[in-house]
Protein backbone atom coordinates (compact mmCIF):
# COMPACT_ATOMS: atom_id res chain seq x y z
CA UNK A 1 0.00 0.00 0.00
CA UNK A 2 0.85 3.89 -0.24
CA UNK A 3 1.39 6.05 2.48
CA UNK A 4 2.17 9.75 1.87
CA UNK A 5 3.43 11.53 5.03
CA UNK A 6 3.69 15.45 5.02
CA UNK A 7 6.06 17.13 7.98
CA UNK A 8 6.68 21.36 8.02
CA UNK A 9 3.72 22.80 9.01
CA UNK A 10 3.52 25.63 12.31
CA UNK A 11 3.11 28.97 13.43
CA UNK A 12 4.64 31.48 11.16
CA UNK A 13 4.04 35.51 11.30
CA UNK A 14 3.18 37.02 8.13
CA UNK A 15 6.15 37.91 5.88
CA UNK A 16 7.79 34.44 7.70
CA UNK A 17 8.97 31.47 5.68
CA UNK A 18 7.83 27.80 5.89
CA UNK A 19 9.09 24.27 4.13
CA UNK A 20 6.79 21.55 3.75
CA UNK A 21 8.67 17.79 2.53
CA UNK A 22 6.08 14.89 1.69
CA UNK A 23 7.72 11.67 1.55
CA UNK A 24 5.68 8.84 -0.49
CA UNK A 25 6.53 4.77 0.54
CA UNK A 26 4.99 1.86 -0.11
CA UNK A 27 4.33 -0.18 -3.30
CA UNK A 28 5.17 2.48 -5.73
CA UNK A 29 6.59 1.57 -9.42
CA UNK A 30 6.38 5.12 -10.30
CA UNK A 31 4.86 8.69 -9.67
CA UNK A 32 3.69 10.50 -12.18
CA UNK A 33 3.11 13.67 -10.47
CA UNK A 34 3.10 15.12 -6.78
CA UNK A 35 1.53 18.47 -5.49
CA UNK A 36 0.00 20.18 -2.82
CA UNK A 37 -3.15 21.43 -2.00
CA UNK A 38 -4.69 23.48 0.87
CA UNK A 39 -8.43 23.66 2.61
CA UNK A 40 -9.20 26.77 5.01
CA UNK A 41 -11.66 26.43 7.21
CA UNK A 42 -15.59 26.23 5.34
CA UNK A 43 -13.37 26.03 1.71
CA UNK A 44 -13.14 23.85 -0.98
CA UNK A 45 -9.92 22.40 -0.97
CA UNK A 46 -7.87 24.02 -3.70
CA UNK A 47 -4.94 23.45 -5.95
CA UNK A 48 -1.52 25.09 -4.42
CA UNK A 49 1.40 23.87 -6.57
CA UNK A 50 1.41 20.11 -8.66
CA UNK A 51 4.81 19.28 -10.52
CA UNK A 52 5.19 16.31 -12.94
CA UNK A 53 7.82 13.60 -13.18
CA UNK A 54 9.57 15.83 -16.46
CA UNK A 55 9.63 18.58 -13.71
CA UNK A 56 7.22 20.65 -14.81
CA UNK A 57 5.40 23.17 -12.36
CA UNK A 58 2.43 24.55 -11.87
CA UNK A 59 1.29 27.26 -9.63
CA UNK A 60 -2.00 28.64 -8.28
CA UNK A 61 -2.35 32.71 -9.08
CA UNK A 62 -2.16 33.52 -5.21
CA UNK A 63 0.78 31.73 -4.39
CA UNK A 64 3.49 32.61 -7.32
CA UNK A 65 6.28 34.19 -6.87
CA UNK A 66 5.95 33.63 -3.32
CA UNK A 67 6.30 29.46 -3.17
CA UNK A 68 8.01 26.99 -4.74
CA UNK A 69 7.32 23.48 -5.36
CA UNK A 70 10.63 20.82 -6.37
CA UNK A 71 11.01 17.64 -5.51
CA UNK A 72 13.45 14.59 -5.11
CA UNK A 73 12.84 11.52 -7.01
CA UNK A 74 14.99 9.21 -5.84
CA UNK A 75 13.34 9.87 -2.10
CA UNK A 76 10.00 9.85 -3.38
CA UNK A 77 9.49 13.38 -2.28
CA UNK A 78 8.01 16.83 -2.83
CA UNK A 79 8.75 20.02 -0.91
CA UNK A 80 7.11 23.40 -0.94
CA UNK A 81 9.03 26.48 -0.13
CA UNK A 82 6.91 28.98 1.20
CA UNK A 83 8.07 32.48 1.54
CA UNK A 84 6.54 35.68 1.70
CA UNK A 85 3.29 34.10 4.02
CA UNK A 86 -0.01 35.79 4.49
CA UNK A 87 -2.91 35.30 6.35
CA UNK A 88 -4.90 34.39 4.09
CA UNK A 89 -2.42 31.46 3.42
CA UNK A 90 -3.40 30.02 6.69
CA UNK A 91 -5.09 26.19 5.97
CA UNK A 92 -4.26 22.29 6.48
CA UNK A 93 -1.74 21.47 3.46
CA UNK A 94 -2.37 18.33 1.64
CA UNK A 95 0.26 16.20 -0.02
CA UNK A 96 -1.30 14.21 -3.19
CA UNK A 97 0.50 11.74 -5.71
CA UNK A 98 -0.77 10.67 -8.67
CA UNK A 99 0.91 7.05 -9.36
CA UNK A 100 1.32 3.74 -10.61
CA UNK A 101 1.59 0.65 -8.11
CA UNK A 102 2.51 -1.29 -11.25
CA UNK A 103 3.05 -1.19 -14.94
CA UNK A 104 -0.71 -3.14 -15.18
CA UNK A 105 -2.38 -1.36 -12.78
CA UNK A 106 -3.98 2.48 -14.11
CA UNK A 107 -2.76 5.09 -12.10
CA UNK A 108 -4.30 6.52 -8.84
CA UNK A 109 -4.56 9.44 -6.46
CA UNK A 110 -3.04 9.33 -2.81
CA UNK A 111 -3.18 11.64 0.03
CA UNK A 112 -1.28 12.95 2.77
CA UNK A 113 -3.27 13.04 6.19
CA UNK A 114 -2.40 17.03 5.83
CA UNK A 115 -0.57 19.24 8.10
CA UNK A 116 -1.45 22.75 9.79
CA UNK A 117 -0.07 26.11 8.60
CA UNK A 118 -1.03 29.28 10.40
CA UNK A 119 0.30 32.55 9.60
CA UNK A 120 -1.01 35.04 12.22
CA UNK A 121 -0.77 38.85 11.28
Known amino acids: QVQLVESGGGLVQAGGSLRLSCVASGNIFSINRMGWYRQAPGEQRELVAV???????NYADAVKGRFTISRDSAKNTVYLQMNMLKPEDTAVYYC???????????????WGQGTQVTVSS
Open 96 to 110: NANLNQSLMVRSLDY
Open 51 to 57: ITSGGST
